[in-house]
């Protein structure tokens, strides 16, 4: 079992940066992807961005594309998200999200995922 827990997230002005990090417990990091999901007010859950279990591959969504960077430290058994040139419409709560061990590719699709956290509130203000 793995325990993710988020953290980071705040009140920032548009053009602002965060930085949200993930970090687990229960279980290595090392082989697994991970992903970051949001939801915004009203709306369904969408993906933000994959990293594959070795950290060499990433994948983002075409609304952060440039803005957003995730990495993975599998020494620490933590993952981040740094979150740059924010926007208004980036307001929502951020998951982080593990595949299953034996799954070291990234993906998209939040069914892929069975291991949540509790998620971090980011609020950019215009």
């Known amino acids: 079992q793995v325990q993710l827990v988020e953290s980071g997230g705040g009140l920032v002005q548009a053009g602002g940066s965060l930085r949200l990090s993930c970090a687990a417990s229960?279980?290595?990091?090392?082989?697994?992807?991970m992903g970051w999901f949001r939801q915004a007010p009203g709306k369904e859950r969408e993906f933000v961005a994959t990293i594959s279990g070795s950290g060499g591959s990433t994948a983002y969504a075409d609304s952060v594309k440039g803005r957003f960077a995730i990495s993975k430290d599998n020494a620490k058994n933590t993952v981040y998200l740094q979150m740059n040139s924010l926007k208004p419409e980036d307001t929502a709560v951020y998951y982080c999200?593990?595949?299953?061990?034996?799954?070291?590719?990234?993906?998209?699709?939040?069914?892929?995922?069975?291991?949540w956290g509790q998620g971090t509130r980011v609020t950019v203000s215009s």
């Open positions: 229960g279980r290595t990091l090392s082989s697994r992807a």
């Open positions: 999200a593990g595949r299953p061990p034996l799954f070291s590719s990234g993906s998209v699709d939040e069914s892929a995922y069975n291991y």
